[in-house]
């Protein structure tokens, strides 16, 4: 176990919806990262955020946000949703903003597996 | 801006010694480079991080050549339980943040 926990765990829903992903990070843990991982695909790294505040954008849709509470637990909003977003959605936090320079590890959820029908 | 790369697949067997290398031609002065695993379907997990020259933890030796600009990840005497997909992470080095390498998905067999 972690510590990072993610929910829902499974997710189905219609092309044009909205949803919802929830991330507690390991407590003490300051910065939280996003990533989608695709069908048989790499991670595909999002969006990071560290107490609270947008650190680095990666490949990040319009149609998703993400923000991160006083409390530290983060959300990342999809909208518009295609097919093409089905996937697994990866919450990691870390200690510090692992950055160059930075060493330190990221602690991964079990993920929320989206699925657009 | 080229990305973090690695092999595709590697196929070994039980018992033997198993190199992965990981390529990140543009990585910064000040970035480590942090391997991890992840099994299908669950999270990645740490494995071993360095920054120069070598470093070996219970699981996994990391060695890092001068110019910083590859790595290789070596998992002594890999068992079937060692089959997963295994990344390399380089903060700044695959052009955009804290984007993993490819991946290389390693196969032990009997």
């Known amino acids: 176990d972690s510590g990072v926990t993610q929910t829902p765990k499974h997710l189905i829903t219609a092309t044009g919806q909205r949803v919802t992903l929830r991330c507690s990070p390991r407590s003490g843990d300051l910065s939280v990262y996003w990533y989608q991982q695709s069908l048989d695909q790499g991670l595909q790294f999002l969006i990071q955020y560290y107490n609270g505040e947008e650190r680095a954008k990666g490949n990040i849709l319009e149609r998703f946000s993400a923000q991160q509470f006083p409390d530290l637990h983060s959300e990342l909003n999809l909208s518009s949703l295609e097919l093409g977003d089905s996937a697994l959605y990866f919450c990691?936090?870390?200690?510090?903003?692992?950055?160059?320079?930075?060493?330190?590890?990221?602690?991964f959820g079990e993920g929320s597996r989206l699925t657009v029908l | 801006l080229a990305k973090t790369t690695q092999p595709i697949s590697m196929d070994s067997y039980e018992g033997q010694e198993v190199n992965i290398t990981c390529n990140h031609n543009?990585?910064?002065?000040?970035?480590?480079i942090t391997w991890y695993q992840q099994f299908p379907s669950q999270g990645p997990r740490f494995i071993i991080q360095g920054y120069k020259t070598k470093v070996t933890n219970e699981v996994a030796s990391l060695f890092i050549p001068a110019d910083r600009k590859s790595s290789t990840l070596s998992l002594p005497r890999v068992s079937l339980s060692d089959t997963a997909v295994y990344y390399c992470?380089?903060?700044?080095?695959?052009?955009?943040?804290?984007?993993f390498g490819t991946g290389t998905q390693l196969k032990v067999e009997l």
């Open positions: 992470l380089v903060p700044t080095g695959g052009g955009n943040k804290l984007t």
């Open positions: 543009n990585i910064a002065t000040n970035d480590y």
């Open positions: 990691a936090s870390s200690v510090l903003s692992l950055r160059a320079g930075f060493a330190g590890e990221l602690f």
